[in-house]
């Protein structure tokens, strides 16, 4: 008989598609994929769900499926959690170490930590994460442990990630409406870093950007912790719409276009190639240049790309990172935005795709699925940062120190 405490499962409810993985501790330590589902998905816009019974029967078919090739059932699950709702924010705490003899015990880290999330925030906002970056004793800085030194003044730089709480709500009503609870909302470019970055590229700075089909999420980690993070409500389907209007053509159409010979950099496309374009009113077919299409896709993967610049330069990060750009989702795929981010970024730029999971990792091999298989490892990480805990009795303050789960413990 499968022991439920042996599986770990991932969703990800994307705008264009809902994929569950169900992964497998192994006896090594390891995450092994042992079941896969996925369902197209019109449920959500901007990363938020608009459409309940929509989300939740994509949510039913990608779990059975997934079900009856991992021969378990879900009954709990890690969530990514994104749209154009979620606010990330760097807060500062400080509290008074209160030994006598100075040393800094497990009080004084939950209280400093408490003390950099009571940032005044509307009544309708919430606290997803509060990820402690480091800690600063006595103004000695850059400490990601400071259980047991000594010191009067104990600090923390922590990045809280907020979002809305109804459309939190109702994205947890939607997974419990098809049978599954949910253990952690996790705001998903931090479930896809695990997947994705090696410690090594976090440690020396590094921006991962998801190119989803509604949204685009992105993170800045440098110094082995998330400085920035933000979502931009633009993605795939913003390119396939452009298509579409631009060429006159359906939907569906511009969408095959684009995936199969679209092209985001002029210089990437030779001049003699020509595309078979279908008109809307079902006429004949014309042949369009690939440098006309091409003309329409780089404007808004430039867009794409400079929002994501300007921003992290606004917050003072002008610099490009030195581990260099991470692209992934779905619409990352998109010939030409490599090259056209290396320009943009002035870095090197490499794919990213789901790394560190045994088992069935030939059926994952894709950017679709690195934020479903980030959830299993973050989860993986997390179940693991509790047994210490439990063991040590305190808790591990290096990654995420703050999460919905005491939100969602009065909603279940
Ligand atoms: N070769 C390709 N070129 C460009 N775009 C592509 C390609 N292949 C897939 N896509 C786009 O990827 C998108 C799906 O990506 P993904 O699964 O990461 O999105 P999602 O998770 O459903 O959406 P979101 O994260 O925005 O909620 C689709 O919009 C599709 O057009
Ligand atoms: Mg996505």
Not at 50 to 79: P, W
Not at 146 to 159: D, T
Not at 294 to 311: G, K
Request: proline share 4%.
């Amino acid at each position: 008989m499968p022991r439920p405490e042996h599986y770990l499962v991932g969703i990800d409810i994307g705008t264009s598609k809902v994929g569950v993985l169900i992964g497998h501790r192994d006896e090594t330590g390891g995450v092994e994929v042992v079941g896969k589902g996925l369902a197209p998905h019109r449920g959500t816009r901007r990363g938020n769900v608009v459409n309940v019974e929509a989300t939740v029967d994509a949510l039913k078919q990608a779990s059975e499926e997934a079900e009856v090739m991992a021969g378990v059932e879900i009954s709990r699950a890690y969530v990514g959690v994104a749209g154009s709702d979620i606010r990330c924010v760097n807060s500062r705490g400080m509290v008074s170490v209160t030994r006598r003899d100075n040393e800094i015990g497990y009080s004084d880290i939950q209280r400093v930590l408490d003390a950099a999330q009571s940032v005044a925030l509307p009544s309708d906002r919430e606290i997803l994460h509060a990820i402690a970056q480091e800690f600063l004793v006595d103004e000695q800085e850059g400490i990601a442990e400071p259980l047991g030194m000594l010191g009067g003044r104990l600090e923390v730089l922590v990045h809280l990630v907020t979002g809305q709480v109804a459309r939190t709500k109702t994205l947890l009503t939607c997974v419990n409406r098809a049978g599954i609870e949910v253990v952690e909302m996790v705001f998903e470019p931090l479930a896809t870093a695990e997947a994705v970055l090696t410690p090594d590229e976090k440690e020396l700075g590094v921006l991962l950007l998801e190119v989803g089909a509604g949204t685009s999420e992105y993170s800045l980690f440098d110094g082995g912790a998330v400085q920035h993070s933000g979502v931009l409500p633009m993605g795939a389907s913003h390119f396939t719409n452009d298509l579409a209007q631009v060429l006159r053509t359906p939907v569906a159409e511009a969408e095959a276009i684009k995936v199969r010979q679209g092209c985001c950099l002029a210089s990437m496309v030779g001049d003699d190639e020509g595309i078979s374009v279908q008109t809307v009113a079902g006429g004949p077919s014309r042949v369009v240049p690939k440098r006309d299409i091409c003309a329409i896709l780089q404007p808004r993967a430039e867009e794409l790309l400079s929002l994501v610049r300007d921003d992290l330069g606004k917050c003072g990060w002008e610099e490009a990172p030195r581990g260099g750009l991470v692209l992934t989702g779905g619409g990352a795929q998109l010939e030409g935005l490599l090259e056209l981010g290396e320009g943009i970024f002035n870095c090197t730029v490499r794919y990213g795709l789901p790394q560190g999971l045994g088992g069935l990792v030939d059926v994952i091999r894709s950017p679709i699925w690195c934020t479903a298989s980030g959830l299993l490892l973050y989860g993986h990480a997390a179940e693991a940062s509790q047994r210490q805990k439990a063991s040590r009795g305190g808790f591990s303050v290096r990654n995420v120190v703050g999460s919905l789960k005491g939100m969602f413990a009065d909603l279940l």
